[in-house]
């Protein structure tokens, strides 16, 4: 029903920043809660930043205050801004969407139906 596609990642330098984007076909996008997902080698798959259909959000505490996500409904698309990034940022990204839920079910990626194929970002060292 709604197929995602990440852009926007790279090669960049400590401090540096990068805009993430999750372009989303469907005209019901505006209905899904999206969120971002990232995982490194060895590691398993964690959880970045969520927007719901009501605009809140939420952030994983290693990258709030650095990141912010937002969506555009009109462009069917869903922003991560990466800012003061660190080498340990670096990750594939993901995006996710669902059409329904739960609070307690944010930070879940099984909770997410659809994936994105996700968007290397790479921070040098």
């Known amino acids: 029903q709604v197929q995602l596609v990440e852009s926007g990642g790279g090669l960049v330098q400590a401090g540096d920043s990068l805009r993430l984007s999750c372009a989303a076909s469907?005209?019901?996008?505006?209905?899904?809660?999206i969120a971002w997902f990232r995982q490194a080698p060895g590691k398993e798959r964690e959880f970045v930043a969520a927007?719901?259909?009501?605009?809140?959000?939420d952030y994983a505490d290693s990258v709030k205050g650095r990141f912010t996500i937002s969506r555009d409904n009109a462009e069917n698309t869903v922003y991560l801004l990466t800012d003061s990034l660190k080498p340990e940022d670096t990750a594939v990204y993901y995006c996710a969407a669902v059409r329904i839920l739960s609070t307690a079910q944010t930070t879940n990626p099984l909770a997410y139906g659809y994936w994105g194929r996700g968007t290397q970002v790479t921070v040098a060292s």
């Open positions: 927007i719901r259909s009501s605009f809140n959000t």
């Open positions: 469907g005209r019901t996008f505006s209905l899904y809660s």
